[in-house]
């Protein structure tokens, strides 16, 4: 069975630092990683994709994520922070892209 | 294009009482998704269907039927809803050929 799990239910960063949001993954082979963001009363929205090749792989909004097989991890990274980029984040991995499997989700505070 | 939509966006229920929740998209996606969402769970997969005519299983699936009879629309069913069943529900759908889901803005489920 798949899960993930995401360490640290609310993050909470100053406007310019660096954001850093953990994803770890159980699997017994390597699955397809995925990141989403929801803002407040509103669906998800994709913001980056692992699939094969390149294990850094870049987003929407400057955000990216690495993929780290030895680590089982897909952490969630933005050099700077800004204020717009509060919201809850997911992660989410799937198997064979007919089911998906979230975590509990990051809430991510950006303070002035 | 509207995306996807979900009718009604809010609903109070007596316990016993059904309902149908309706996801429609206009994005002629061959698979669509019913995920439900508790503070601190993430989302979990209810039922899915990868076309027209089928459906199959999530993580959650006891208390739910779905019905896929147009490939613009999944349904979403409760029978007798419980107190258990309060949640927000989400639709989703994705072309095959693409990893990415698009998301509806959800349903806000209460059952007293």
């Known amino acids: 069975a798949q899960s993930v799990t995401q360490l640290g239910s609310h993050v909470s960063v100053s406007e310019g630092a660096l954001v850093l949001l953990r994803c770890n993954y159980s699997?017994?082979?390597?699955?397809?990683l995925f990141w989403y963001v929801q803002y407040p009363n509103q669906g998800l929205q994709l913001l980056l994709k692992y699939t094969t090749g390149a294990t850094l792989v870049k987003g929407i909004n400057g955000f990216e994520a690495e993929f780290k097989k030895s680590e089982t991890s897909f952490h969630l990274t933005k050099p700077s922070a800004h204020m717009s980029d509060a919201a809850e984040y997911f992660c989410?991995?799937?198997?064979?892209?007919?089911?998906?499997?979230f975590g509990s989700g990051t809430k991510l505070n950006v303070k002035p | 294009n509207a995306g996807v939509t979900q009718t009604p966006k809010f609903r109070v229920l007596k316990t016993g009482q059904s309902m149908t929740l309706l996801c429609a998209q206009d994005m002629n996606h061959e698979y669509m998704y019913w995920y439900r969402q508790d503070p601190g769970m993430g989302l979990r997969l209810i039922h899915y269907?990868?076309?027209?005519?089928?459906?199959a299983k999530g993580e959650v699936p006891d208390g739910y039927n779905v019905s896929r009879l147009k490939k613009q629309n999944f349904l979403l069913g409760l029978e007798s809803a419980a107190p258990s069943q309060t949640s927000v529900y989400f639709c989703?759908?994705?072309?095959?050929?693409?990893?990415?889901?698009?998301f509806g803005p959800g349903t806000r489920l209460t059952v007293t």
């Open positions: 269907s990868v076309g027209e005519g089928t459906t």
């Open positions: 989410a991995v799937s198997p064979n892209f007919n089911k998906f499997y």
């Open positions: 699997s017994s082979v390597p699955p397809y």
């Open positions: 989703a759908s994705r072309l095959v050929s693409s990893y990415e889901q698009y």
